[in-house]
């Protein structure tokens, strides 16, 4: 059987002797500084550390399905973003290739369209002045 017995801590045993009158007046600034600036010294520790040590916190199954978790969700985005870097690569070059050729072309029809256009144009004022004189564009009638 299991016997319990108390067990008095020794500050309350023994009586703690009276403070004398020099004991008032001591400088309590230099022992109470003292132990602050010791455990701010210990204390100063990085982000990094204080995070390696938050992993304790955390059960082992968690943190492995945790970390599983960002693997997968780095691995998906790393594989979309070299997907889609690889997809605007052949688009845009694939418009440059095909596409300013192209737009050169359409522009080129359009200023022959125009000078055409401008020809007539001429021609068609040059015969409301000069009603029976030949146009210098037109071939002579034999």
Known sequence: MVELR???DEHFVNAQPAPSDDEDYTDTDSEISEEDEDDDADLEESLYERIVALKDMIPLKQRTYISNGFSRTYSLFTKGFTLGGKTLWILSTSALVL??????AITDEQQAAEIDKEFR???I???A???GAESIHTAPQK
């Open 129 to 131: 002045l000069t009603p």
């Open 121 to 123: 144009m001429n021609q």
């Open 99 to 104: 596409g300013v050729p192209f737009a050169v």
């Open 125 to 127: 004022t040059t015969d």
């Open 6 to 8: 108390e067990v008095e």
